[in-house]
């Protein structure tokens, strides 16, 4: 018996050690992401700002790790500014559409009958707007920044959230553990606030990071178009689309420094959303 | 007789999804405080006669829901109102780009179906081996890029490093347009190659453990008539539903793509409106794609019996 079990753990361990790895690399590059948002004025180098005509697009160099852009500004610096409105926005947009989904998710699914009816037609509503496309509504609507596409894609997100908490709230609804507590007299709605919701939210939570990747990059996309954080300031959409004319000049660090921080944060992001969803056993349902 | 009550079921929820989302698209501008000539007329100048056209083109003075069967009917018809920036029909100006956006989402769409495929069923027939896996990673490497990044990369390796394809517009029609069109249409594509290639591989390695593979394969059948006719067969359904979902995607995105290439599309229009403050056009793209989205959704959704009869006997295993 202990030989099978053993060659199972010795076939195993390679692929879990890598797992650990890539997902401990993804930690760090979040947490490296993280540090540079909570502290960028004392870890950059420059101020994000700093116009230096004298030295515009010099490459690499001791000075300028990374180089500077078409005014001489320090992209090291930019982009460790940029961090903030790249992790702060999503993050909004992730805590608002797992709040409200939670909530309509947990309704439509506990309550069923009309009310499940009527909050699945208006979520199939809502799915039919790309969530990209209602945050461009938003800003036609509401004028550029910030503000009204994050919520926006709040509202576009959240009946992913709210159509996946009604999937598991109505496969918990049936289970013995909920009936034994009705039939302690335990009222409905403290059943589902206090017993149902806590075995429901860890899947979510899992949901909810993945989608926090998606919004970065999309977020990123609405400023690169120049319809979310506008030009002067450090931001990786921003930046890039600043430096779009550069590129045909040859000048490619401007872009790809800030391409390479939303990829990078999208790829660690990602990676930590599966690892979570695959701890918690399972996963998401598709 | 019960496949027609389904597909009349099916497109009686069509219509009411359509229906909500142009009372989404048209009381969208109710949520703006104010008043609605100036908001309108935003960056312009309010002059008697901007302010009586505005007044006629939408019926201000009417009550709402009147504006809106007004605007319904004109769209039904297909008269989308003026373009403030054109001073012409929203309409001609849509149309006039439409040939642009149809290609590049066309041939995106050929690159994600022949990538996507090819890479999903090689990958599914060499299961757990080093190929497999490579497949994998590579495709959520791709997966990881978005069309913006994956534009400005092509437009500076192969555009301007390499100078074998042109980094800006459309091109003069025919060959042209076509060589124009393959840098934005990879860029485009990338990002869903990810998604068709991960669930022809889910699904063919599903079939692949089926029992009636194995049948098929004891029976002495060749290999490549198995996988054809028993394996790839079967695993259409999954396939073409993610197709469907995509197509929200590909338009979108095309804006992106088409405003980073200078294409004089749908898309740049799309984006170029909203910072020109043009809100009819805005409008207008807004629910053409909504309704493309929802409508090429409807349509695999009601062929889907058509290619896989089990699905019109109430879904049934797959």
């Not at chain 1, 004028?143 to 109505?170: C, D, E, H, N």
């Not at chain 2, 890029?145 to 490093?161: D, H, N, T, W, Y």
Request: charged letters at 10%; a positive charge; hydrophobic letters at 55%.
């Amino acid at each position: 018996m202990t030989t099978p079990t053993m060659a199972v753990t010795v076939l195993r361990a390679p692929r879990a050690a890598r797992a650990d790895l890539t997902f401990g690399l993804s930690v760090g590059v979040l947490g490296v992401m993280v540090a540079a948002a909570a502290f960028a004025p004392l870890i950059a180098p420059y101020d994000p700002d700093a116009v230096d005509l004298a030295a515009f697009y010099s490459g690499p160099s001791a000075a300028h790790w990374l180089g500077t852009d078409a005014l001489g500004r320090d992209l090291l610096s930019r982009t460790i500014h940029g961090a903030r409105t790249a992790l702060l926005a999503p993050l909004a947009v992730v805590v608002i559409s797992t709040a409200v989904g939670i909530v309509l998710g947990l309704i439509a699914g506990w309550r069923g009958g009309w009310l499940d009816s009527v909050l699945g037609r208006l979520f199939d509503v809502v799915f039919a707007f790309p969530s990209l496309l209602l945050a461009i509504l938003a800003v036609a609507l509401f004028g550029k920044g910030l503000v009204a596409p994050v919520i926006a894609m709040s509202i576009a997100y959240a009946p992913f959230v709210a159509r996946l908490t009604r999937s598991l709230v109505v496969a918990e609804r049936s289970r013995p553990y909920v009936a034994a507590y009705r039939v302690q007299g335990f009222s409905p709605p403290w059943i589902a606030t206090r017993r149902v919701l806590p075995n429901v939210t860890p899947i979510v939570g899992a949901q909810s990071t993945l989608n926090f990747g998606y919004v970065l990059a999309e977020l990123a996309a609405l400023s690169f178009l120049g319809l979310g954080v506008q030009a002067p300031a450090a931001d990786w959409g921003a930046m890039i689309n600043e430096a779009q004319a550069g590129i045909l000049g040859g000048h490619f660090l401007p872009a790809l420094v800030p391409a390479a921080a939303v990829v990078l944060a999208v790829v660690a992001v990602n990676v930590i959303g599966e690892e979570y969803s695959n701890r918690i056993g399972g996963g998401a349902p598709a | 007789m019960s496949a027609l009550r389904r597909v009349l079921g099916k497109l009686g929820g069509l219509l009411l999804t359509l229906f909500l989302a142009s009372l989404l698209v048209f009381f969208s501008r109710f949520l703006v405080p104010g008043d609605p000539v100036s908001f309108l007329l935003r960056g312009r100048k309010p002059s008697p006669e901007a302010v009586a056209a505005v007044n006629a083109q939408y019926g201000l003075d009417l009550p709402p829901w009147q504006q809106y069967l007004s605007w319904i009917g004109g769209v039904l018809h297909g008269d989308f109102g003026r373009s403030l920036q054109y001073r012409q029909d929203v309409g001609a100006v849509i149309g006039e780009r439409m040939p642009v956006t149809l290609g590049l989402v066309v041939m995106a769409g050929l690159m994600i179906a022949i990538v996507g495929l090819a890479a999903g069923a090689i990958a599914a027939l060499n299961r757990g081996r080093v190929l497999d896996r490579s497949i994998l990673i590579g495709l959520t490497a791709l997966g990881a890029i978005p069309s913006f990044v994956g534009a400005i990369v092509l437009i500076a390796v192969f555009a301007v490093q390499l100078g074998w394809f042109p980094s800006f517009g459309s091109g003069d029609g025919g060959i042209d347009t076509l060589y124009h069109l393959v840098l934005p249409s990879t860029a485009l594509a990338l990002v869903f190659v990810v998604l068709v290639g991960k669930v022809t591989r889910s699904s063919m390695v599903d079939q692949l453990g089926r029992e009636h593979v194995e049948v098929a394969t004891s029976r002495g059948l060749r290999r490549g008539t198995v996988i054809r006719r028993h394996v790839f067969r079967n695993s259409i359904g999954p396939i073409l539903t993610v197709s469907g979902l995509l197509v929200a995607g590909l338009l979108v995105a095309s804006s992106i793509v088409e405003s980073a290439f200078g294409l004089a599309g749908v898309g740049s229009l799309l984006v170029q409106s909203v910072s020109r403050l043009d809100f009819p056009v805005v409008q207008a793209i807004v629910l053409l794609i909504v309704f493309a989205f929802v409508a090429v959704n409807a349509v695999i959704d009601i062929l889907e019996p058509v290619i896989d009869p089990r699905a019109a006997a109430g879904g049934g295993a797959r």
